[in-house]
């Protein structure tokens, strides 16, 4: 598996506006994953978008894919509270995750 | 939604005793995981276990850590010789086959 790269490394908003996280990868991938952890707990896992596929919704969320890039951006619509968490993607495969350090999302009540 | 889940949340040992580390993934997975967090740091993952065996594993999981599938339920990491270093939270995690992972909550091992 392919660690992902996030940007910004922390991101501070107001509850009801929108985030946008990135991450740049490095060689080619079969599908690249975004997962959330919230402060000492366990990863969830987010969505998976596969090589080609351009962009994908699941509920707020939004993911997109540019492979000619190497690049993808999660972006949480409406944020709340709860959406305070690490955001982490990961490409390449199922079987072995590799983390990198995140993007911090902090969303202000 | 079916869960894994991992016991117990906190364990604290004392430098070189052996501690095992307790997870029941979801019961139709196939696949298992164990991952491991320092304090502050990456994720790292540890070791993936399928059909039995060792799929593959890291450089951080050398002679002292061994996992083991007892029964049909249970997925267990063993650390035989427990260093200061080990202590960090441990995540299990399963999937059924090329899926997208499952975590637990999480093992926060501390060694005194």
């Known amino acids: 598996s392919q660690q992902g790269e996030e940007d910004p490394q922390a991101l501070s908003i107001q509850e009801g506006e929108n985030a946008t996280m990135n991450c740049s990868y490095k060689?080619?991938?079969?599908?690249l994953q975004w997962y959330r952890q919230n402060s000492g707990r366990g990863l969830v896992h987010l969505i998976l978008i596969r090589s080609n596929e351009r962009e994908k919704h699941s509920g707020r969320l939004r993911v997109t894919l540019d492979t000619s890039k190497k690049s993808s951006s999660l972006l949480i619509t409406a944020s709340r509270a709860a959406d305070t968490a690490s955001y982490f993607c990961?490409?390449?495969?199922?079987?072995?995750?590799?983390f990198g350090k995140g993007t911090l999302l902090t969303v202000n009540p | 939604e079916p869960e894994v889940t991992q016991t117990p949340s906190h364990q604290v040992t004392q430098m070189g005793q052996e501690v095992i580390l307790r997870c029941v993934p979801i019961s139709n997975h196939l696949y298992f995981y164990w991952y491991r967090q320092i304090l502050g740091q990456k994720v790292e993952f540890l070791v993936s276990f399928y059909n039995n065996e060792i799929s593959e594993k890291s450089e951080i999981f050398d002679d002292q850590f061994s996992v083991e599938r007892p029964d049909g339920s249970n997925f267990t990491l063993k650390i035989r010789s427990t260093k200061l270093e080990d202590s960090a939270m441990y995540f299990c995690a399963s999937s059924g086959g090329n899926q997208p992972q499952h975590f637990g909550d999480g093992t926060r091992l501390s060694i005194l």
């Open positions: 060689t080619s991938i079969n599908n």
């Open positions: 990961c490409g390449g495969s199922n079987y072995k995750l590799t």
